[in-house]
């Protein structure tokens, strides 16, 4: 979800906006730190490096921020950045399925954090395996239809590695394999189409819908979830429809 959740509610967004955007940062700036530690500080030499560093200055991330984590990442601050990429897997409420990505410098703190945000928000623990299985790792690029058609959409696209064009509420959702995203950005960008998010995201393969009171239950597990400061991304096919969405805002 990348800092931001498609099922928060319009009530709900008022009052977790600025904490998003926070945490929002925070992510950016630890996929900076890796980035630098893998490939180090060099842009030209680090295309890792490179795609964090737009992605910070997309999301308005400020550059001495962005300046300060390259160093640090690269080790030339004296620092030491370590993380680990960690993956845990739980269920939801109405059989709905969680992956929860963290990137931690600590393997004991995020298990225990995210254990107990789990078990605390009305979720379960799940084995590993038993819930990854429902997900695929796709390249996925959302921008606003406007004028565009899918046709118009795909035309740009196609060639360039895309899977499919689906719709999104206001949105056009690409979907394509992971080596594929930089060419469709590029063909995309040469095709003077603005896009909103570029990410590599696990997809579900299903979608379980949730009435109001699995609606509720989710996003209330989703958002404890995203709060954690080890945790990069939340992934799920929980479904959550336009109705549902009217009716937990009227509440």
């Known amino acids: 979800m990348s800092g931001h959740s ?11 906006l600025d904490s998003r955007r926070a945490k929002a940062f925070a992510k950016l700036i630890k996929n900076i730190e890796v980035a630098a530690r893998a490939g180090g500080a060099d842009m030209a030499g680090n295309p890792g490096l490179e795609v964090a560093v737009a992605k910070a200055k997309k999301t308005s991330v400020p550059n001495d921020n962005i300046d300060r984590a390259i160093k640090r990442g690269a080790g030339l601050t004296g620092e030491v950045i370590d993380y680990t990429e960690i993956i845990y897997e739980a269920r939801g409420p109405q059989g709905s399925a969680l992956l929860i990505e963290c990137l931690t410098d600590n393997k004991n703190r995020a298990a225990s954090e995210v254990r107990l945000g789990i078990t605390r928000n009305g979720g379960t623990v799940a084995d590993p395996g038993s819930v ?7 390249a996925v690029i ?3 239809k406007k004028d565009l058609t899918e046709d118009d959409l795909l035309m740009v696209v196609l060639d360039a590695g895309a899977d499919e064009v689906k719709e999104s509420g206001d949105n056009f959702e690409i979907h394509a ?8 950005v590029a063909a995309l ?7 909103e998010t570029d990410e590599v995201e696990f997809v579900p393969s299903m979608q379980v819908e949730l009435d109001v009171d699995g609606a509720a239950k ?4 989703f958002d404890a ?3 954690l400061d080890d ?14 969405h009217a009716q937990l805002d009227a509440e």
């Open 6 to 16: 498609k099922w928060a509610t319009t009530k709900h967004k008022k009052a977790i």
């Open 132 to 138: 990854a299985y429902l997900f695929a790792r796709k």
């Open 142 to 144: 959302t921008l606003p």
């Open 177 to 184: 394999e992971p080596g594929d995203l930089r060419a469709i």
């Open 189 to 195: 960008e040469e095709a003077g189409i603005e896009y």
């Open 218 to 221: 989710f996003i209330k597990l």
């Open 225 to 227: 979830l995203e709060e």
């Open 231 to 244: 945790v990069q991304n939340v992934y799920s096919n929980a479904e959550i429809s336009a109705e549902i």
